[in-house]
């Protein structure tokens, strides 16, 4: 073999040795502008009116977390601590709002420091660093959005986000815990944003949650801020209360599943529910009856000759939906929190 | 082979080594769990990791329960000083944050985990003042705690937890109110807890709360009820740093908290805690007005700490079960 025979085989080889080491420090796509959500999308009714209490349907959770839902009394969110709070990073796309994309580069070399994020949805802001920074120390604080490092993958940017706060999976009713790691990928094809988020939680989810979302460039951007929240008080409530429905005693558990004539197993979700040996099973389960706690009782059976009539039934433990100083399903949450 | 196919092989086998390697460096990167600190430890591989809080205070973690220290041009202050074995990495790393003299040692609770050290500790500083206090020793920095703290700690005598280690500033009442670096300092007492001498200290003007044991980002909160510790006053203490702590934005940031073990939190760190304990408490107590033994509210399925064990059932020495039984009988409950 000849000199130029040996350079033909081995230039790929060091090609490729190349690629392990540089990959990660070239950027190669440029997201900049505004983007706007397509709500029209799989992913509208999250994104508008939100999902119903119990709707935990094809998410590959665990028991523990569908115990943690079940005991969830929408009233929670109206405790003055708990209406501030926001999206975690690996739900946030889902908020109905756009985002601003920008670059931060080192002013000499050009070199990509970071990519900066502007959430419209709860106002929240991010750093996605591309210049190789390690994760914080396990005694660091978390917060919404988390630590996010990024690396190119060819022309598709792969971001990974540790310390994240304890959240939702879905919002308000399915936890996630702040041992949770988001890795997304993000994908350009011209004015279309295609935005995939893969989420590992260890506590509440027994396989990866995987979701898309896509976003489209606002060529004209109007990006305003948009929430600063502040809480207010309503109603009297003891001290400390929490509101939460006792295992076992959640009056809508089956509202959802009747409603929409599905079988109680499959509103309550789990990783077998993701594929498609789940739709035999389906066929032979029952469908869900509700009777809603809301109604008046059924009038008691005629009562004999000379005998008073039964005592009606019992309330649902714990009042109605909302609990104490809650209105209706959604809680007394601030308004527009629908989000 | 041909030399094509070789030139493409090599090729292939290039780029998946490195997209691999790519890939390898990506999935690396997790959250770390929040972890107790263990039972029977290996002193001598255990390191301690200091963390800026925000303003004057540091996190000084790894030398048992949570150290905060308060630095600025007046000198030091503690806030609980870990395992007695930990003391000379503690000293290290305060070297570290400052070369000023240690003023002041104020303990949270009674456990090793966070009183072992202030018999090393004290000897490294100096009172503020010129003459001594009360039962105070001028060539050693001041140690504080409540006197039920003190009294818990003569209870037990000086077999178990030598004199050294006892508070010789103590004060009785809701707060001790002091000044260090030109910043105030409150420490509030926590009546009946994890004990009976338990507080919390808040810097004003760092805006950090540190809250001895009843907040721990590795465990459910421990339960001493032979020292007068009780479930209600741990909910209590809880909602009191509710009530002290602001949050900077949609309830993120502002007053941070250090916690007795793990990770800096902020209020909904502290709040999702809150809500776990006492969500807990609330089912125990219906167990028990439904006339449950003890046997069946642990027998009970789906358990009363159910859906919080993956995250906080960590600690051998505490478990869930330990947990709910204390509550059990804090609660009244039937033997």
Redesign the interface.
């Given at each position: 073999?000849d000199n130029a025979?040996r350079a033909?085989?081995?230039a790929?080889?060091?090609?490729?040795?190349?690629?392990?080491?540089s990959?990660?420090a070239a950027a190669q796509v440029d997201f900049t502008g505004v983007w706007n959500g397509n709500t029209n999308a799989e992913d509208g009714p999250e994104r508008a009116q939100g999902p119903s209490l119990v709707e935990f349907v094809g998410l590959p959770i665990?028991?523990?977390?569908r115990?943690?839902g079940l005991?969830y009394r929408p009233g929670?969110l109206s405790?003055p601590?708990?209406?501030?709070?926001?999206h975690v990073v690996h739900y946030i796309h889902r908020g109905p709002f756009g985002t601003r994309i920008w670059e931060e580069r080192d002013p000499v070399t050009h070199q990509l420091i970071a990519i900066h994020q502007a959430i419209n949805t709860?106002?929240?802001k991010r750093t996605i660093w591309m210049d190789g920074r390690p994760?914080p120390?396990?005694?660091?604080?978390?917060?919404?959005m988390?630590f996010s490092?990024g690396?190119w993958?060819g022309n598709m940017l792969?971001v990974?986000t540790?310390?994240?706060?304890?959240g939702w999976h879905r919002r308000e009713n399915l936890?996630s815990?702040?041992?949770?790691?988001s890795?997304e990928h993000w994908v350009r094809n011209g004015a279309l944003w295609t935005h995939i988020s893969v989420t590992?939680d260890?506590?509440?989810l027994s396989e990866p949650l995987i979701k898309s979302e896509d976003f489209t460039l606002n060529p004209s951007p109007n990006f305003n801020p948009f929430?600063p929240?502040e809480y207010i008080e309503e109603g009297e409530r003891a001290?400390?209360?929490?509101p939460?429905y006792?295992?076992g005693e959640n009056p809508w558990m089956a509202e959802y599943a009747a409603t929409h004539r599905l079988p109680q197993e499959a509103t309550l979700g789990g990783a077998e529910q993701m594929y498609p040996e789940y739709r035999a099973r389906l066929k032979t389960l029952p469908v869900a009856v509700f009777t809603s706690p809301d109604d008046p009782p059924a009038p008691p059976p005629a009562a004999p000759p000379g005998r008073r009539g039964a005592s009606p039934p019992a309330a649902p433990a714990g009042g109605g939906r909302g609990g104490a100083g809650a209105a209706g399903r959604g809680g007394a949450a601030p308004a527009g929190r629908g989000q | 082979m041909t030399?094509r196919a070789?030139?493409?092989a090599?090729?292939l086998?290039?780029?998946v080594?490195?997209?691999s390697?790519?890939?390898g460096?990506?999935q690396q990167?997790?959250?770390?769990?929040?972890m107790p600190f263990p039972r029977q430890p290996d002193w001598a591989k255990l390191e301690v990791?200091t963390?800026h809080v925000q303003g004057q205070v540091h996190?000084i973690?790894g030398a048992g329960g949570n150290i905060a220290a308060q630095v600025g041009d007046g000198g030091v202050l503690l806030v609980d000083s870990g395992y007695e074995q930990m003391s000379g990495k503690v000293l290290a790393a305060l070297r570290q944050l400052s070369n000023r003299t240690l003023r002041t040692i104020i303990n949270t609770t009674l456990m090793d985990a966070h009183t072992g050290g202030n018999a090393v500790l004290i000897k490294e500083g100096r009172l503020n003042q010129a003459g001594p206090g009360l039962g105070q020793r001028p060539n050693e920095a001041d140690l504080i705690g409540t006197s039920k703290l003190l009294a818990l700690m003569t209870g037990l005598g000086r077999d178990k937890i030598p004199v050294e280690r006892w508070p010789p500033s103590v004060f009785s009442g809701k707060q001790k109110d002091l000044s260090s670096n030109d910043e105030p300092v409150v420490i509030l007492a926590v009546p009946n807890a994890v004990t009976a001498g338990d507080s919390m200290v808040w810097f004003r003007k760092s805006d950090v709360l540190v809250s001895g044991e009843i907040f721990n980002h590795a465990s459910f909160p421990y339960i001493d009820m032979a020292q007068g510790g009780s479930i209600n006053g741990i909910?209590?203490g809880l909602?009191v740093m509710?009530d002290i702590m602001v949050?900077k934005?949609?309830?993120?940031?502002g007053t941070?908290v250090i916690p007795g073990y793990?990770?800096?939190?902020?209020?909904?760190?502290v709040?999702?805690y809150?809500?776990m304990v006492?969500?807990i408490r609330?089912?125990v107590q219906?167990a028990i007005r439904k006339g449950m033994t003890l046997s069946q509210i642990k027998a009970?399925k789906?358990s009363a700490t159910?859906?919080?064990?993956?995250?906080f059932n960590r600690d051998p020495a505490w478990t869930a079960e330990m947990f709910v039984e204390a509550i059990y009988r804090n609660l009244g409950g039937a033997k």
């Open positions: 073999m025979g033909r085989i081995m790929p080889f060091f090609l490729g040795l190349l690629l392990c080491f990959a990660p665990t028991d523990h977390a115990q943690w005991a929670r405790l601590e708990h209406q501030c709070q926001v709860y106002e929240q994760h120390s396990p005694n660091a604080a978390h917060t919404w988390g490092t690396v993958e792969t990974t540790t310390h994240i706060k304890q936890p815990s702040d041992e949770a790691t890795i590992e260890p506590i509440f929430w929240c001290r400390g209360e929490v939460h006792l295992p | 030399k070789l030139v493409n090599s090729a086998v290039a780029a080594v490195g997209v390697v790519v890939l460096a990506q990167i997790r959250t770390p769990r929040q990791e963390l996190l973690a909910i209590e909602n509710l949050p934005q949609n309830q993120e940031g941070m793990g990770r800096i939190g902020d209020e909904h760190d709040l999702e809150r809500d006492t969500i609330d089912r219906a009970m789906p159910y859906e919080y064990e993956p995250r």
